[in-house]
């Protein structure tokens, strides 16, 4: 009886294993998605096609694609598969959005604290500093999780071969020394 409870416990364990993987790449995914969708959105607020975006905004645009085509282009230097870079690069921009989400809501409940209550004119006044935090926020995530080459290559020094020498048996059976590489 103790083996069968063993297995079941096991296909139970990798089941809920499989199952919350999938939840948290599916999670992960639409809310990176989601953050990387809402950017352009929020930029052409007003429908008023390319007048409708200022300088800051048009910066922080060219850094996103700098810095999206930065982490893509390590990311072949260092040979990750496709899969890992989009894993990486979902989980930094899901795990900056949800940071700055949590920080972002503390500053609202601080202010409500203090003021016992906000209205709209609280969110309309702070909306585009919002919005350029979190753009800038994103992209220092993704910024920071672009994989980067070694910087020491992981060579191990070579043996210099030493002249051989008959003088005498225990002379030509010692193994030739080890020096270091200069770099």
């Known amino acids: 009886?103790?083996?069968?409870?063993n297995t079941l416990d096991i296909i139970l364990g990798h089941f809920v294993r499989g199952l919350i993987t999938f939840f948290l790449y599916v999670f992960i995914g639409l809310l990176a998605a989601a953050s990387l969708l809402l950017i352009p959105i929020s930029f052409f607020e007003y429908n008023s096609g390319i007048a409708d975006l200022d300088l800051a905004e048009i910066g922080l645009f060219i850094l996103l694609l700098a810095t999206v085509w930065r982490f893509y282009n390590r990311c072949q230097h260092v040979a990750l598969t496709w899969w890992q870079g989009l894993k990486r690069f979902a989980l930094a921009v899901a795990v900056a959005e949800l940071i700055y989400t949590?920080?972002?809501?503390?500053?609202?409940?601080?202010?409500?604290?203090?003021?016992?209550?906000?209205?709209?004119?609280f969110f309309e006044r702070n909306t585009d500093l919002e919005i350029?935090?979190?753009?800038?926020?994103?992209?220092?995530?993704?910024?920071?999780?672009?994989?980067?080459?070694?910087?020491?290559?992981?060579?191990?020094?070579?043996?210099?071969?030493?002249?051989?020498?008959?003088?005498?048996?225990?002379?030509?059976?010692?193994?030739?020394?080890?020096?270091?590489?200069?770099?």
Not at 154 to 182: M, W
């Open 132 to 183: 350029f935090t979190s753009v800038l926020f994103s992209i220092v995530a993704i910024y920071a999780a672009t994989p980067l080459p070694s910087l020491v290559k992981d060579k191990e020094p070579e043996l210099i071969d030493a002249p051989q020498s008959s003088f005498n048996d225990e002379q030509a059976q010692t193994p030739a020394p080890v020096l270091p590489q200069s770099i």
């Open 102 to 121: 949590f920080i972002y809501f503390h500053i609202v409940h601080f202010v409500i604290s203090e003021q016992g209550e906000i209205g709209v004119a």
């Open 1 to 5: 009886m103790k083996p069968l409870l």
